[in-house]
């Protein structure tokens, strides 16, 4: 079993639709949760960073941690076509970093 | 101010032979990390690089190598090439150890 799990999509919703991209995790020693994105043939770029459990929010992008379920989430709304990226959810903690495997995501005109 | 810069971003190679990837961190970070990227398996992480010292090292078997030089610049080897081998490899640095990550556009290595 991985420690991150990422359902990996592909992913497709009409422009301005609410998107949900979630992560479930194993490793209690995680303590921060990151969101990259990364934009086809290109590093992926931090998105969010979020240490407590609870909602973080940065103009349409907000991030959810919930430690007693081991899930974490990010919402984007009113969603455009620049969206169209692949996300990647971290966790530090332990002295190492893990990643989820991403989640491919189209936001169709 | 640049990014972190890789090269060379496209590669073709052969089983059996060796490759080294470079990589150029932001002015000023001192730590360089690298991860192999496939469709299968997401990001991995390789090893992390802080003022010339492996400080952290991934499930990666011998084949694959790193070293950092006193300018923080990083290289990567992979010696004997296996097909399983292609993949993107990306670098990314850090002011810090664990510290917040910019990566590179990555090398892209194609093993035939």
């Known amino acids: 079993q991985k420690e991150v799990e990422q359902d990996p999509g592909p992913l497709s919703v009409p422009e301005g639709a609410i998107v949900s991209l979630n992560c479930t995790y194993s490793n209690s020693a995680f303590q921060y949760f990151m969101w990259y994105r990364q934009y086809s043939r290109k590093g992926p770029e931090l998105l969010m960073y979020?240490?407590?459990?609870g909602n973080k929010e940065d103009g349409r992008f907000t991030a959810q941690v919930d430690k007693s379920s081991k899930y974490i989430s990010l919402f984007i709304r009113d969603s455009q076509p620049s969206d169209s990226a692949t996300y990647l959810c971290a966790m530090h903690g332990a002295q190492k970093l893990v990643f989820g495997q991403g989640t491919r995501l189209t936001i169709n005109p | 101010k640049a990014g972190v810069t890789q090269t060379p971003r496209y590669l073709i190679k052969t089983r059996g032979q060796q490759v080294t990837l470079s990589c150029s961190p932001i002015s000023g970070h001192r730590s360089v990390s690298w991860y192999q990227q496939t469709p299968g398996q997401g990001l991995q992480f390789l090893f992390e690089?802080?003022?010339?010292?492996?400080?952290n090292k991934g499930n990666f078997p011998g084949r694959f190598s790193g070293r950092q030089f006193s300018n923080s610049r990083s290289e990567m080897n992979v010696s004997t090439l296996e097909l399983g081998d292609s993949a993107l490899y990306l670098c990314?640095?850090?002011?810090?150890?664990?510290?917040?990550?910019?990566f590179g556009e990555g090398s892209r290595l194609t093993v035939l």
């Open positions: 979020t240490y407590s459990s």
């Open positions: 990314a640095s850090s002011q810090t150890v664990s510290g917040e990550l910019f």
């Open positions: 690089y802080f003022s010339e010292t492996q400080r």
